[in-house]
Structure formats: C-alpha cells, structure tokens
C-alpha cells in the first residue's frame, strides 16, 4: 500500500501586520527585513484561535478531497501554540468537523512537525492500520513572541494548512528523520506550567520564543540538503528526478542556500514566506495547498517536502502528487 494525498487546505487569520507596521513597534525597517528574511508581512490572530485555523484548514482540505468526515481513520495536529493545554487540539478538530471514528492526537515537533505527521499518517495508511487520514499543522506563534525582540517578532506568523490521505494499491517511499536534543537550546520557550509564579514574573522573556539565530541557520544548511539526499538514497531517486523541493518557509536566506549546496535551480524550491512569516508547522502545508490550488501540482510529479526546527528535529519525506 501507499499513501497519497486527495486534498488540501489551509487558513491564516484576517489581520496582516507588515514591515512598515513592526517598524514602529521595534527598531527595524521593511529594507532590513526583507534583505535578512525574505519577508514582508505577516498574519497575526486576533479572533482566531490554533483550534478555529485547524478547522477551516481541515473543511477546506476534506472538502477538495471527497472523503467525508465520518471516513476519516486518524487526524493528527502539529502544533506547539495551542491555545489549550486539554483536551488536544486534534479531538477539538475532530469534534468540530463530525470525524466520529477518527483517532486523534497531538503532534509537538515545531517546525518539523507537518513532516513527522505525514510520516506517521503514511506509516499507518502503508501498513494496512488505516485507511484515511487528516494531518494538520496549526500555530499562533504571535503569542509566543517577544514583541520587543526584533530578532524574533519580524520572523513568525500565525496560520493552520491540512491535507488528508488516503491508501491505495502500491509501494510507497521511505522517510528520513532526525533529533539532536543536545542542541535544543538553540529554540526554546517554557511553559507557564514551569516553575514558580514568582520566577515566572521577574523572568518573561523565558516564557516567549527565544532563538539562536546563528545556529539555527548554520544547522539548516548543513542538516537540510544532507537529509535530503538520504531520503533520495533510500528510495533510489535522484534529484534530478524531483520536480520540487517544498522547505519549511523559516526565511529566504535558507532556501537559497539549501538550493545552492544541493546544486538545484531556486525555481524547484517554492516559497511563501514573503506573505506569511515563519508560521512553524504550518508552513509546508499553507505553501502546499497553495500550489495546488494554483494547479502547479501535477499528476505524477515528485515533491519532497523538508523540515527542520527545534528540537533540533529535521526530517525529508517524498511523495508522488
């Protein structure tokens, strides 16, 4: 058996925040940003919520595909910005869209975290568990931002992409993936659930997202393009064979520099991030649905999809569109 995607969608909340807008919240301008980042606006939830992303993006994405919500074997929610530490935003998707029968959980990987769904839903799916399954990656990440750290704010948006998949008759790819935890530092943000209220108040900043930027970058551009061809090696494919390369939309600088190391033309290498920001687990289906729905996809084509994020965590998984 394999898995194959029938459907996607995706959501981001009404309020855009751009550079010209940040600059007179911290010292930046739209020039510095753009030339660092790649990025020029960002959309911030006011109303919206992770759960109200996950469900539009999820309508948006069973609709497209066919498949009703009773059909539906597992749903899986990449997120690390719920708005509710109980019950799971997957149950709280499932509820509200009607998936009865589904299995549900919560899947905390950050910005790898869409990748690591897909694997698990196309593990389940390969070997015959389930037959159908939504995977989410939905994040409000403007809560968890320091709004006076413009080595942070300029970078993060809010928003939630879905695909649903289903089994067929066939061989299906094998993933790639990797943890490093002794280089987590480089990302972190504690839980309020974390220590004393005290401590909480005189130290704020540990409870807002606090990067490395540095080493975030410098981890990418070696780790990306190496799991890449790992996952190319175990399914006996070359790059050459790739139509393209859908990376987690963590800023332009990234993307070049992947394209460059794997010797591959920018243009296999999709990105969004000028209109979205860095949105964590939601990036790589936000760009996803977006190409399918400007019918760039084509049947056939082979698309890799790649993250990387804290943890540190990166993974590479094909599939055939």
Sequence with gaps: MKAVICGTGSAVPTKVLDNDDLSQIVDTSDEWIRERTGIVRRHIAKEETCVSLAVEAAQKALKQSGVSAEEIDLVIVSTISSNVVLPGVACEVQKKIGAVNAVCYDLSAACTGFVLAYQNAQAYLQTGIYRSALIIGSECLSHLVNWRDRGTCILFGDGAGA??????????????????????????????????????????????????????????????????????????????????????QANRRIVEAVSRHLQQPLEKFPMNMQEYGNTSSASIPILLDEMNRDQKLQKGQKIILAGFGAGLTWGASVLEW
């Design 163 to 248: 695909a649903v998949l289903r089994s067929e008759e066939g061989t299906g790819f094998l993933p790639a993936a990797h943890s490093d935890g002794s280089r987590g530092e480089a990302l972190r943000c504690r839980s309020y659930l974390d220590g004393a209220k005290e401590w909480q108040m005189s130290h704020p900043k540990e409870y807002q997202m606090q990067m490395d930027g540095q080493a975030v970058f410098k981890f990418a551009v070696r780790q990306v393009p190496g799991v890449i061809r790992e996952v190319l090696d175990k399914n006996g494919l070359r790059l050459e064979e790739i139509d393209w390369i859908i990376l987690h």
